[in-house]
């Protein structure tokens, strides 16, 4: 699923963030070639982008941050890090209401992007049962 999602968004213009304030925005994020619901909103939030292709239903949380580091790149023998973005689905339950529709899978991508880098250099997903909740 990362490979898919980094394609995705490798294929964002360059023209759409060179010398243009979207790039701070996470409207440069809906520019991919997909039909998308940016700013997804419920009774607890809104997620920043759900993607719904086919059977499959995508909620996504995307953070920017300027350093590598702070996506939670860590040394060695460092404990893992927690994907923010993720957490922040969880917790706020964005997927409540697309949970347990008929024949569609639900799954949880939190995506976190390196300023410099302009590209994902954090991934973390979880493929929600009927059942799941935070």
């Known amino acids: 699923m990362e490979g898919f999602i980094k394609r995705l968004f490798a294929g964002i ?8 304030p979207i790039s701070q ?15 997804d909103i419920d009774n607890q939030g809104q997620a920043d982008l759900t993607v719904i292709l086919d059977d499959n239903v995508y909620v996504m949380e995307i953070k920017v941050v ?40 639900v799954f949880e991508l939190g995506l976190v992007f390196g300023k410099a880098e302009k590209t994902l250099v954090q991934f973390a997903w979880r493929q929600v049962s009927r059942e799941s909740r935070p």
Not at 14 to 20: F, K, Q, S, V
């Open 66 to 105: 300027d350093k590598a580091v702070e996506a939670g790149e860590q040394a060695a023998n460092a404990p893992a890090q927690t994907n923010s973005a993720l957490e922040q689905i969880i917790a706020r339950d964005y997927v409540a209401k697309y949970r347990g529709q008929p024949g569609r899978q």
């Open 13 to 20: 213009a360059y023209r759409n963030y060179t010398n243009n």
């Open 25 to 39: 925005f996470e409207g440069y994020y809906a520019s991919v070639n997909c039909t998308v619901i940016p700013e």
